[in-house]
Antibody, heavy 121, light 108 residues
Framework: QVHLVQSGAEVKKPGSSVKVSCKAS????????ITWVRQAPGQGLEWMGG????????NYAQKFQGRVTITADKSTNTAYMELRSLRSEDTAMYFC??????????????WGQGTLVTVSS | EIVLTQSPGTLSLSPGERATLSCRAS???????LAWYQQRPGQAPRLLIY???SRATGIPDRFSGSGSGTDFTLTISRLEPEDFAVYYC?????????FGQGTRLEIK
């Protein structure tokens, strides 16, 4: 059984950065894409980007290009999502999810518990 | 990008009834690369269906998916109390991945 455990809630100032981690256990970490999805309060799901650790190249939604970086550390089975130049509209729950295949274009079969990021002055 | 429109926005039904949720795409979803998720309050989404009609591991057979091209349906044959939640469709046939806005299934 695959488990994804994310880092804890964060409160950030506008203009700062946040880095959220997602540690995987069980299953094979490197062979499946790790995807980041966010959900603003009371809103729907929004894809931010994904990375297949064995390939190392991330794909990002155009909306977040230049502001987000997704990386993975294969030695610790941990993925990271860093979002920069934070603004109030970035206040959301951020989820990592494992794809069903080794590609970012996939269904998402395992999800982390979510990390709440609050951006406030 | 492919825009997914879910209907209805809210569906009010009673336990034991049948639920039919719709997801319409702005253009054809290649190879029926469409998934459905359930999200209960305060929880992460849970995968129900992928490939338009394949049930994910551990999902009860009262959940079924159908459709192709631009029109997809999630059917819950007999509603259980734990099925009242928000449901999202997602396409993964082309980048970017996109989700529908969700259908809220509430107890009547």
């Amino acid at each position: 059984q695959v488990h994804l455990v994310q880092s804890g809630a964060e409160v950030k100032k506008p203009g700062s950065s946040v880095k959220v981690s997602c540690k995987a256990s069980g299953g094979t970490f490197s062979s499946y894409a790790i995807t980041w999805v966010r959900q603003a309060p009371g809103q729907g799901l929004e894809w931010m980007g994904g990375l297949v650790p064995i390939f190392g190249t991330a794909n990002y939604a155009q909306k977040f290009q230049g502001r987000v970086t997704i990386t993975a550390d294969k030695s610790t089975n941990t993925a990271y999502m860093e979002l920069r130049s934070l603004r109030s509209e970035d206040t959301a729950m951020y989820f990592c999810a494992r794809a069903g295949i080794a590609a970012h274009l996939s269904w998402l079969d395992y999800w982390g518990q979510g990390t709440l990021v609050t951006v406030s002055s | 990008e492919i825009v997914l429109t879910q209907s209805p926005g809210t569906l009010s039904l009673s336990p034991g009834e049948r639920a039919t949720l719709s997801c319409r795409a702005s253009q054809s979803v290649s190879s029926s690369y469409l998934a459905w998720y359930q999200q209960r309050p305060g929880q992460a989404p849970r995968l129900l269906i992928y490939g338009a009609s394949s049930r994910a591991t551990g999902i009860p057979d009262r959940f079924s998916g159908s459709g192709s091209g631009t029109d997809f349906t999630l059917t819950i044959s007999r509603l259980e109390p734990e099925d009242f939640a928000v449901y999202y469709c997602q396409q993964y046939g082309s980048s970017p991945l996109t989700f529908g806005q969700g259908t809220r299934l509430e107890i009547k």
